[in-house]
């Protein structure tokens, strides 16, 4: 899936970025600068938004319908989260600048919106304040992306006998 075009719809989106952290802490003047540089376009059911191993692109935002991000290995997919509208994804591999580590797909008809690698840079040498938020926010959902894969991988452990101690410090 690799057909957006400008978003031409601006009022259906502000109330979506308003609750993303993504946006968090931004001016108005700031949100306008970013919704200028969306992109939206239509996934059908079924349809890759992208998939496990590919360049990443864009960052990606659920205006409409249901995906699945997956985390695929040879013919095996396991469903990690089912993202619904509001929600970021494909900013981790940005930042890293690392193939995409899962899949997603759509559930649904679905519509995204993205912010392109492009739109960063260029936001970067335009307005760097606006840029280092953006960098933040994004930092600060990994952090509890993090803490939440932390619990998870104890809880599994804890549940499931098995890790190995920590060695004496």
């Not at 957006?4 to 308003?18: R, Y």
């Not at 679905?110 to 307005?127: G, K, M, N």
């Not at 932390?150 to 809880?155: K, R, W």
């Amino acid at each position: 899936m690799d057909k957006f075009i400008p978003l031409a719809d601006v009022e259906s989106v502000l109330a979506i970025l308003a609750r993303i952290s993504l946006f968090g802490g931004t001016t108005d003047d700031q949100l306008k600068s970013i919704l200028c540089r969306l992109h939206a376009g239509i996934v059908k059911q079924g349809e890759y938004v992208f998939r496990t191993g590919e360049e990443p692109q864009y960052i990606y935002i659920l205006k409409r319908g249901r995906l699945d991000l997956l985390l695929c290995e040879g013919h095996v997919s396991l469903g990690v989260h089912e993202l619904g509208v509001g929600e970021c994804f494909g900013e981790a591999s940005i930042i890293s600048m690392h193939r995409h580590t899962a899949s997603a797909v759509a559930k649904e008809e679905s519509e995204v919106l993205v912010l392109s690698r492009r739109a960063l840079i260029e936001l970067r040498h335009e307005d760097i304040q606006l840029f280092a938020l953006l960098m933040m926010n994004i930092a600060r959902d990994l952090a509890r992306r993090l803490y939440s894969t932390d619990e998870m991988l104890l809880h599994y452990l804890k549940n499931n006998g098995g890790g190995a101690s920590a060695p004496a410090v």
